[in-house]
């Protein structure tokens, strides 16, 4: 018998042996098909999370007895500090005087004192709720009175009240303070205001179970705030479930229908006042639309995301753009064309081919005043390579966070569709593996501008892949300004802690644009220096450059490698955002897309 007769002999005799197994269950089958994964197989798609249906609306229109809701929020001022501004005048003698007899006071005098104080603070449609709650807020607002400061501090509510509404037996409604900070001397609503309005009003919907309709009446209120509340709000009702079954499922704010916000002491607005408010919370629901997406990129599993599912969700953020994005996905061998040895050594080691992503927006118009390149750094997981890991390798999903903050604002810019403005959005995406043909310590790339790179250290990748990606944007894109987002160095993390991201950049005015959309974003960043003196650490015997400097500057040695790769003419910017890409409380937070949003946006005015 021929050893083809015999193979195929004994795989009839295998599959005779097979029990015959009962038709998989629907819901089984359901669940198998939802993972999308095979033992052979890649994932190839990832699922994403919906912005919450919820509606959010703006009122000018602002009585106490208009306020028919499940739940009523009060935003209220805190009291002028002009007598503490004086008080810190006070010498020394004077303040100890002053000391020694408040401690001589009772607590009952006290108390009556915060009381009053706290009585004297409720104005306008507070007030008449409180008069006619028989000073029931006032209660609440002294029992908190160390933590919600009379409505000084910005973003913290009070507990929530509840009490049958008068003369409607039965009927409960919840109430709560919202404190807005100090008034603002300008008397316009700026920086934290929207965004610390927005996030409260999403927790205590959240907080409060059952509500379905919410009226936040606030004093101050303009289209910039209404554009922040509604990005915070929105954003923050996003709970990750892709990967949740039965009673795990949690959705935040699960029976709302509706969250108006009224303009205290304002007639309803004229009709293109309306219009304006109404964009504006449009605009803040498409910022948190990018968000989300930044959100579900980093918290994604490296077993569903790679660089072939990261592709197609790419390609799904053009389609669903209408004709506004076009993307483009060079493959392995487009990659070589290019000579794109840096990254190509990276993703060597891969499970998935190597992935590059190039999506366009263009203006409607045709007209360009600026054509802009943004990269991000995208390592859908990294162990190290052979420089491996020896801690924290379970967070390495979050070294796409680059590439999360990129994508998340090429779909925001998408639908928002600015004029005067061409973006290029780049993603060299890979993951840093192990195996046979990984690249390892000691070899020399070749990155398609020419440069040799000497490889001191296998964990240090992710500036190899942006190498090449920062000369497409260069010399392919033709970009005249360019701005890379990588979760680069703990060292960054260490110098800014992991509220902020860390902006080096040689362009002074490059360096204020990114500083002025960092504060209308709140997206916080800190720009740091460059000093070209570090560059020394770079140096190689037998290349161009290394990749890796000494112990000391990581951060810095890090974005000077980089300017190796853009046109020295150029401004560039290399943003370091390995602090703020990941909360170990709630798993991403998006960091990153609404600061590229708002520059990319700003390039075109």
Known sequence: MSSESSAAAAAAAAAAQKPDLDPLPAAKKARISRTRWTFDDPCTEMESNIVAAASLSVSGRAAHEDLDADLVVVGMFGPDDDDDDKDDDKDDDNAKMEEEEKDKKGESESAAAAASGAAAALEGVAKDLDDELGGALSAVMEENSK????????????????????????????????????????????????????????SKCTAERGVKSVIVVLPLVNQEAVRDMSAS????????????????????????????????????????????MTASVEEGRVLAG????????????????????????????????GDALTCTILDKDQCEERNMGAYLAVARGSETQPQFIHIVYKPKSGEVKRKVGIVGKGLLFDTGGYNIKTGGMELMKFDCGGAAAVLGAARAIGELRPDGVEAHFIVAACENMINEKAFVPSDILTASNGKTIEVMNTDAEGRLTLADALVYADEDAGCEKIIELSTLTGACMVALGKKMCGVFTSDDDLANELDGASRSTSDKCWRMPMASEYNDQLESIVADVKNLG????????????LQHFVDKSKPFAHIDIAGPVWNDKTGAPGFGAKLVTEWIRRQGV
């Open 147 to 202: 933590s919600f400061a009379g409505g000084a501090k910005l973003g913290v509510a009070t507990p929530t009240l509840r009490a049958v509404v008068p003369g409607k037996k039965g009927v409960a409604k919840r109430y709560v303070l919202l404190g807005l900070g100090k008034y603002p001397e300008d008397q316009k609503a700026k920086g934290d205001y929207g965004y610390k309005i927005g996030s409260a009003i999403a």
């Open 233 to 276: 709000f929105y954003s923050d009702l996003y709970s990750d479930n892709r990967y949740r079954n039965g009673t795990n499922v949690k959705v935040h704010a699960e029976n709302l229908e509706s969250v108006t916000i009224v303009a205290m002491g304002r007639k309803e607005f004229t009709a293109s006042e309306s219009k304006g």
């Open 290 to 321: 990018g968000v989300f997406v930044a959100k579900d990129i980093v918290n994604a599993p490296h077993n569903v995301l790679n660089s072939e599912s990261l592709a197609n969700f790419a390609r799904k953020i053009a389609a669903d753009s």
């Open 550 to 561: 000494g112990r000391y500057g990581g951060a810095i040695t890090a974005g000077l490698f």
